[in-house]
């Protein structure tokens, strides 16, 4: 066994003996005798170990090179250009390929873009090697060799329209068809080259799943203009990871429109009795009671919002912070609404509490707010609300009608108590709002709705904020009284309770 063949049988990457022969003597060549064909034949085997990749999810930009197998998902139209100081056009063809673990964009130049139109059909499998970079829409690889491999299988879908589920990172050309599920303001920022930039996000489902789509530029003003509840199609869609989590993008070349098809949502929901603390989940029921939205100063001085509202499922029921833009959510008793990506947290009297923040789904599903009536009818409301909605809730053995007619009355009752609660402690704050600003070593008590944790926690009472200094561990939205001295405008407080 020659030297070269010693080393071939210990390398662990997917090359032929003839290719490890012809790249050891190119090697040699290269190293103008400095090298034997033994310490060639390691030099290569540890370069062709470095560019092997498991897998299409494992290519990182930055690396010198990436060999890989992959199925053709789709083939771009041919793009000419023109390089500097060359009077040949160049040309590129995007070619979009994938393997079990993910996709990725393949650029194939000049000849190799011929030979792309020419030559290669979807659903053929390649051997490529070429270098990564990141691209417009996430990891490139720029192709240096290709070849097809006729005997390895890959199984990947080849579909034009997506479902959820089906998407993964690196994948364009993406046509999905989904529910609006919530749609978001458009922000705009500055980009490094004196720009501005505007963005703006949806969330779509379908039978499959749910995903955030990203809108930017010309393509985020929709945002305002579609509404939850409609059917839309996203086209020539981009996948990108934020935060752990897929999200679809649209650029320029993409679109968003609405089309006349029924599609079918049905979140996987979370009864609420099995709920626990730092969890991320979807949960859905009804509105039982909303209290009116509350604004805050932040300590950097930005303004913020906060509304809370009960939500209540055939399990039991839990206080939803909504917080910012989500506060303007017109939603209110009667009313049966899918809260998606919610963190539960520890709230008030050890009670849980769901705190929709930016990365949370808000639907109204239903609307049957009656605004101020008889108990008996408001009862009936409720009770028929939550009986339609047991099915979605994952209980559907009657058991929810009886717990809404049940919490119905509770609602009156207990709701009734709260809103007295609530105007005592209102009256009090009115009180105080009405008085001078406290002075350094006043004593002082202050009962509002906690709208930043920490230390110091910020309380509103709907009137006015109070910055309180404790090491009480209190979480957002919980309603707490604290008792002390006023030092430079803020509470040192003695008692959070």
Do not use: C
Request: glycine share 12%; net charge negative; no cysteine.
């Amino acid at each position: 066994m020659s030297d070269i063949e010693g080393v071939y049988e210990d390398l662990e990457a997917d090359v032929s003996l003839e290719e490890f022969r012809e790249a050891v003597e190119a090697k040699v060549e290269q190293m103008g005798g400095l090298a034997d064909e033994e310490t060639a034949a390691m030099l290569v085997a540890h370069e062709v170990g470095e560019s092997e990749v498991g897998g299409i999810a494992d290519i990182e930009p930055g690396m010198e090179e990436a060999k890989f197998v992959a199925k053709v998902l789709s083939i771009g139209e041919k793009r000419t250009f023109e390089r500097d100081g060359e009077d040949e056009d160049g040309q590129v063809v995007n070619v979009e390929v994938a393997d079990e673990t993910g996709s990725v964009r393949a650029a194939f130049w000049d000849e190799h873009a011929e030979a792309a139109i020419e030559e290669l059909e979807e659903g053929q499998v390649l051997r490529i090697g070429g270098r990564p970079k990141e691209g417009f829409s996430g990891v490139e690889v720029s192709v240096d060799n290709v070849e097809p491999d006729p005997d390895t299988e890959i199984d990947v879908q080849i579909s034009d329209t997506y479902a959820v589920d089906d998407l993964s990172l690196g994948l364009s050309n993406v046509n999905l068809v989904g529910l609006l599920l919530d749609t978001d303001s458009v922000r705009t920022f500055d980009r490094d080259d004196g720009s501005e930039g505007k963005v703006s996000n949806l969330v779509l489902g379908d039978s499959t799943g749910r995903i955030r789509v990203t809108l930017w530029d010309e393509q985020a003003d929709l945002a305002t203009e579609l509404e939850a509840g409609t059917t839309v199609e996203v086209i020539d869609g981009y996948v990108k990871e934020r935060d752990g989590s897929l999200e679809l993008h649209v650029g320029n070349r993409g679109a968003v429109e609405e089309v006349d098809e029924d599609v079918e949502y049905v979140p996987e929901n979370t009864p609420i009795e099995d709920l626990e603390i730092d969890q991320t989940v979807d949960i859905a029921g009804v509105v039982r009671s909303a209290d009116p939205k509350r604004t805050f100063d932040r300590d950097d001085g930005s303004e913020g919002q906060v509304r809370n509202i009960r939500v209540q499922d055939a399990t039991g029921d839990i206080r939803v912070a909504l917080w910012g833009e989500k506060a303007d959510i017109d939603v209110g008793p009667g009313d049966e609404v899918a809260l998606g990506d919610v963190e539960i947290q520890d709230g008030w009297q050890d009670d849980l509490e769901a705190s929709a923040g930016w990365q949370s789904t808000v639907t109204v599903l239903e609307s049957d707010s009656t605004g101020s009536g008889d108990s008996e009818g408001d009862a009936e409301d409720s009770s028929d609300q939550n009986a339609g909605l047991s099915a979605f809730a994952g209980d559907g053995d009657g058991a929810g009608a009886e717990s809404a007619t049940g919490d119905s009355a509770d609602t009156e009752s207990s709701g009734g108590a709260d809103t007295g609660a609530d105007s005592a402690e209102t009256a009090s704050a009115d009180a105080d709002a009405d008085s001078d600003d406290p002075s350094d070593g006043e004593e002082l008590e202050f009962t509002g709705v906690v709208v930043q944790a920490g230390n110091p926690i910020v309380l509103d009472d709907g009137e006015t904020t109070m910055s309180v200094a404790t090491d009480t561990d209190v979480g957002l939205g919980e309603e707490v009284t604290a008792r002390g001295v006023v030092r430079d405008g803020r509470l040192e407080a003695n008692d959070v309770f």
